[in-house]
């Protein structure tokens, strides 16, 4: 069993910039994806940036330029979001993908002046 748990979310101002940590544990053997969603309010989740298999990041459009994923040896993952736009106001998920998908509760990030 893995277990995901995202914290950093808040409020901040547009053009500003914030951390999100997702921490893991639990049983993690070969990691296919790890990475970061967003569902905003009314639309569906979306993937944000992703570490594939081999490590390589990939970013959606939306967010290329601005955020950045990272990740640490003990398999936690960062999004650092920078020039927030208020676009980018949503619930934020870790996604880890092993010998199962694995989601964490999220975390709110709201920009906003």
């Known amino acids: 069993q893995v277990q995901l748990v995202e914290s950093g979310g808040g409020l901040v101002q547009p053009g500003g910039s914030l951390r999100l940590f997702c921490a893991a544990s639990?049983?993690?053997?070969?990691?296919?994806?790890m990475g970061w969603y967003r569902q905003a309010p009314g639309k569906q989740r979306e993937w944000v940036a992703v570490?594939?298999?081999?490590?390589?990041t990939r970013y959606a459009d939306s967010v290329k330029g601005r955020f950045t994923i990272s990740r640490d040896n003990a398999n936690n993952t960062y999004l650092h979001l920078n020039n927030s736009k208020p676009e980018d106001t949503a619930v934020y998920f870790c996604?880890?993908?092993?010998?199962?998908?694995?989601w964490g509760q999220g975390t709110q990030v709201t920009v906003s002046s």
């Open positions: 570490f594939d298999s081999a490590g390589n």
């Open positions: 996604n880890l993908v092993t010998r199962g998908g694995y």
């Open positions: 639990g049983s993690i053997s070969k990691i296919y994806a």
